[in-house]
């Protein structure tokens, strides 16, 4: 058990996160029936379809909204290790005696409504679990509406939780379940049904924004861009790396914890001029709640479409070693190709925070993504392993001036050198050139 007023408790989320020195406003202890008690209620209409019609946006931004109270105010968190045995009654006492303390981290996946109400009542202060404070932290940096409806779409276990238990407790104050005048429904059978009809909305909207996604991959596809997604533990530097991959000056990272929650693409170019799309994922956490592991893998979808991972490793953080295997843990989860998995490219940054850094593993590159240490030989590697996985090859070809042949090189392939040999009207061509661009070169202009 440790104790003290922390100014920072996202480090207080999962075993491994470096302390951030930000103020946390965690969640407060939920009303399943809504607003300070107040019944769930949304429109009825479309319960069981996708959303669609003038209404359509409406209702997907009501299901965007959060239902559980966002808390204000800053926590003096007392943060709780349970061990064997639970926790001893001089434990409790002890934290009764603490009034700078305003909350207490339970370290736990997951308490019960009604044992998480009884320690509060015991300790006089609000009790979190690891899911209510990932939660709020997700919703906190959620900015698309897929990442939005992702946090709708964890809270409703949370909801149906709590409403089993203050409905019990209703039932207690007036002596029994009430049916809706009129409805044939107890309030639990109402509040039930609405929380099934919003958990099925928010299912099918992602699926509409899957389906999006879905038509803009084959659309890149066509255009056979390589896509290379950036992974790692929270933190780590994906977005300052991409960033500098890039050029993106849209890009802003920023030093905390779940600064990125969405998927987001950005276009570079490797040494050889190859256009390529790099794609930004969510931060891994280690002991991720069960049910957040549902909600979110969705998100991870895009990286099994990938011609290439990297892993991008925070090496000065203490425990970059459990992170790598929290990383990779979840990377052999999703069921991803073997291809993929076999040729990933580890990633050390933030080296410049650590003195005279070599890495351990052979096939590492070090790198400081803020300093630009490292960075071309990272393109490089990246080039190497991205021409491997796609197939692509380097090729010269011979062209004829006159006709269309260099223009449409230009468009379909990568054209890295043109060595003119005007005494003939001819050009020889570098170019990088996949098998079916190829084929469809030689098929337009056959020799």
Known sequence: ??????????????????????????????????????????????????????????????????????????????????????????????????????????????????????????????????????????????????????????????????????VSHLDQQRGGSRYIMGSGETFLETQTRLLRERELKIRNALENLRRKRSILRTQRQKREFPVISVMGYTNCGKTTLIKALTGDAGLQPQDQLFATLDITAHAGYLPSHLAVIYVDTIGFLSDLPHDLIGSFSATLEEVAHSDLIVHVRDVSHPETVQQKASVLSVLKNLNLPSHLLDSIVEVHNKVDLVERYEPIEPNAVAISALHGYGLQDLKEEIERTVLIATGKKILTIKVNLTGPQLSWLYKEATVQEVDVMPDDGTASVKVIISESVLGKFRKTFPQ
């Open 1 to 166: 058990m440790a104790c003290g007023p922390l100014r920072w408790a996202a480090a207080l989320v999962a075993r491994g996160l470096r302390a951030h020195p930000r103020r946390f406003r965690p969640l407060p202890p939920a009303r399943a029936l809504g607003c300070n008690g107040a019944a769930l209620s949304w429109s009825r209409s479309g319960a069981g379809g996708d959303l669609g019609g003038d209404d359509a946006e409406e209702e997907l931004e009501a299901l965007l909204g959060p239902v559980l109270l966002p808390l204000t105010g800053v926590q003096r968190m007392f943060v709780v290790q349970p061990r064997a045995g639970g926790l001893k009654r001089r434990r409790a006492e002890k934290i009764k005696r603490l009034p700078q303390a305003t909350a207490v981290f339970l370290n736990l996946e997951r308490i019960s409504t009604l044992t998480k109400k009884e320690l509060e009542d015991a300790w006089g202060v609000k009790v979190f679990d690891r899911y209510t404070v990932v939660l709020h932290i997700f919703r906190c940096n959620a900015r698309t509406k897929e990442a939005k409806l992702q946090i709708a779409l964890a809270e409703i276990p949370l909801l149906r939780s709590n409403l089993k238990t203050e």
